[in-house]
T-cell receptor, first 108, second 116 residues
Framework: AQRVTQPEKLLSVFKGAPVELKCNYS??????LFWYVQYSRQRLQLLLR??SRESIKGFTADLNKGETSFHLKKPFAQEEDSAMYYC??????????FGRGTSLIVHP | DTGVSQNPRHKITKRGQNVTFRCDPI?????LYWYRQTLGQGPEFLTY????????KSRLLSDRFSAERPKGSFSTLEIQRTEQGDSAMYLC??????????????FGPGTRLTVL
């Protein structure tokens, strides 16, 4: 079975502060991990995936197999980063399991 | 708009009625997914198609739920004898499906179902 845990329902920071959205997973095999984002009144969209090892909109995420984590980080938050963020895991079946999401609010 | 489209965007129905939702994927995409999302939760996988073949349907919530993709293009999700617990957002997503690994899914805007 595969499970994704996002422990924070809400994360509130001020503009310019560092951001870390936590994601822990449970999966016995080799997982694929993703972060999806949903801005207000927009559809859910892929932000980044661990195999790409890229930075998108200043966000990065490193897969830590020892800690079974895939935390999303950004050194300096911007107001336009305010959104719902979902961590997702896919095992060998290509079917993703989503976490419950973390709402990020960046205050001016 | 060349993205994934879903119709209707909102559906209000009475308990016991049948409802059908439609999803039109991005035209060249082979895979099509259906999810349900309830308040405060992430999307919950229901079923998916590779072209017209339904490859996974064991996670459909009950035998009242069924999905089709008759010609490998658009798909429909039907819920029979709706219950109040079926009230949720129903999301559709599509992907190219030409890779051995999980490929990027593109989501539609969703259909919000309210069962009275």
């Amino acid at each position: 079975a595969q499970r994704v845990t996002q422990p924070e329902k809400l994360l509130s920071v001020f503009k310019g502060a560092p951001v870390e959205l936590k994601c822990n997973y449970s999966y016995s095999g080799s997982p694929e991990l993703f972060w999806y984002v949903q801005y207000s009144r927009q559809r859910l969209q892929l932000l980044l995936r661990h195999i790409s090892r890229e930075s998108i909109k200043g966000f990065t995420a490193d897969l830590n197999k020892g800690e079974t984590s895939f935390h999303l980080k950004k050194p300096f938050a911007q107001e336009e980063d305010s959104a719902m963020y979902y961590c997702a895991l896919s095992g060998g079946s290509y079917i993703p399991t989503f976490g419950r999401g973390t709402s990020l609010i960046v205050h001016p | 708009d060349t993205g994934v489209s879903q119709n209707p965007r909102h559906k209000i129905t009475k308990r016991g009625q049948n409802v059908t939702f439609r999803c039109d994927p991005i035209s060249e995409h082979n895979r099509l997914y259906w999810y349900r999302q309830t308040l405060g939760q992430g999307p919950e996988f229901l079923t998916y198609f590779q072209n017209e073949a339904q490859l996974e349907k064991s996670r459909l919530l009950s035998d009242r739920f069924s999905a089709e993709r008759p010609k490998g293009s658009f798909s429909t999700l039907e819920i029979q004898r709706t219950e109040q617990g079926d009230s949720a957002m129903y999301l559709c997503a599509s992907s190219l499906g030409d890779r051995g690994r999980t490929d990027t899914q593109y989501f539609g805007p969703g259909t919000r179902l309210t069962v009275l």
